[in-house]
């Protein structure tokens, strides 16, 4: 069973828009949750790390944590055309070392 | 900043061929990692080394081998080429405590094709 889980798969949404992307943990070891961003062609650039409940805001992205029920949220506001591309949602057990989860990603498409 | 480096970017082999892909950082980062990316899986943890010399198995280790020589590269072998095989390997460094720990950055990734 996949540890991490994105939804949606796939999302379309107009530029200028709002895009939200959802990730769930069936692991309540995880405690430390990141955001990558990956165009076609490159390895994955980290957007975001997020370790306390709450919002977490870095310029128009947005992300949530609630450690009680083990769900992050990625919000993209004012979406662009260059914020097409596979975001995934990782995770950690610990704040050291032992490498991240990954998620099966979210595929964002922004439309003019 | 800093840069990681994978070569080859791209590799095919034939079955049962023994393959070697490398990885060099200039970031100075303690920890490097490799994982395999295939379409519609994610990311998937084979190795990881936690410092020079070390060397620590992940989820999908079986069928690789690993080495650490330098703190500064580290080197990913498919022992055994499965006929079909296709996957993009990504090697990643980083860095734990301070502002941005736990920051995996990432190398663009080397494309292996078995024939």
């Known amino acids: 069973q996949q540890k991490v889980q994105q939804s949606p798969e796939s999302l379309s949404v107009p530029e200028g828009g709002m895009a939200s992307l959802n990730c769930t943990s069936s692991d309540r070891n995880f405690q430390y949750f990141w955001w990558y961003r990956q165009h076609s062609g490159e390895g994955p650039k980290a957007l975001m790390?997020?370790?306390?409940?709450g919002d977490k805001k870095e310029g128009r992205f947005t992300a949530h944590l609630n450690k009680a029920s083990l769900h992050v949220s990625l919000h993209i506001r004012d979406s662009q055309p260059s914020d097409s591309a596979l975001y995934f949602c990782a995770a950690s057990e610990s704040n050291y070392a032992q490498g991240l989860t990954f998620g099966l990603g979210t595929r964002v498409s922004v439309f003019p | 900043g800093g840069i990681i480096t994978q070569t080859p970017k791209f590799l095919i082999g034939q079955e049962g061929q023994k393959l070697t892909l490398k990885c060099q950082q200039n970031f100075n980062h303690d920890t490097m990692y490799w994982y395999r990316q295939d379409s519609g899986k994610g990311l998937r943890l084979i190795y990881y080394s936690i410092t020079e010399n070390d060397l620590q198995k992940g989820d999908l280790s079986e069928g690789y081998d690993a080495s650490r020589e330098k703190k500064s590269s580290f080197s990913l072998t498919v022992t055994s080429a499965q006929k079909n095989e296709m996957a993009v390997f990504l090697c990643?460094?980083?860095?734990?405590?301070?502002?941005?720990?736990?920051?995996?950055?990432f190398g663009e990734g080397s494309k292996l094709t078995v024939l």
């Open positions: 790390s997020i370790f306390s409940d």
């Open positions: 990643a460094s980083s860095t734990w405590g301070g502002a941005n720990t736990g920051q995996l950055y």
